[in-house]
């Protein structure tokens, strides 16, 4: 049975930082593209960040680029997003998803290619 689990939400002021990290069990990280994803109250959730399950390569949604990095550690089967210079805007439940099929390299930013989701973590920026 496949879990992903997020920790490390919050409540920062405007500037801060807060890194999110994703731990998943019943599947091999090593093997699979990770995405993060948001939903702030009133919004359909919307793609954050993603990384191929190689690490290669990384893609993030403008309004975060620069800011946030998404990164992984095989080794502990975990991918984290840190999240600088945050912003009141990036308030929002933050969700990561794995896809259920390994070595997906298309489509990586999008919603329908993620299969499994974490029960998400709360990011709150205050002003």
């Known amino acids: 049975q496949v879990q992903l689990v997020e920790s490390g939400g919050g409540l920062v002021q405007t500037g801060g930082s807060l890194r999110l990290s994703c731990a998943a069990s019943?599947?091999?990280?090593?093997?699979?593209?990770m995405g993060w994803f948001r939903q702030a109250p009133g919004n359909e959730r919307e793609f954050v960040a993603a990384?191929?399950?190689?690490?290669?390569?990384?893609y993030y949604a403008d309004s975060v680029k620069g800011r946030f990095t998404i990164s992984r550690d095989n080794a502990k089967n975990t991918v984290y997003l840190q999240m600088n210079s945050l912003k009141p805007e990036d308030t929002a439940v933050y969700y990561c998803?794995?896809?259920?099929?390994?070595?997906?390299?298309?489509?990586?930013?999008?919603?329908?290619?993620?299969?499994?989701w974490g029960q998400g973590t709360q990011v709150t920026v205050s002003s």
């Open positions: 998803a794995a896809p259920n099929t390994p070595f997906t390299i298309v489509g990586v930013t999008t919603e329908a290619l993620y299969h499994y």
């Open positions: 019943g599947l091999t990280l090593s093997s699979y593209a």
């Open positions: 990384i191929t399950w190689s690490g290669r390569s990384t």
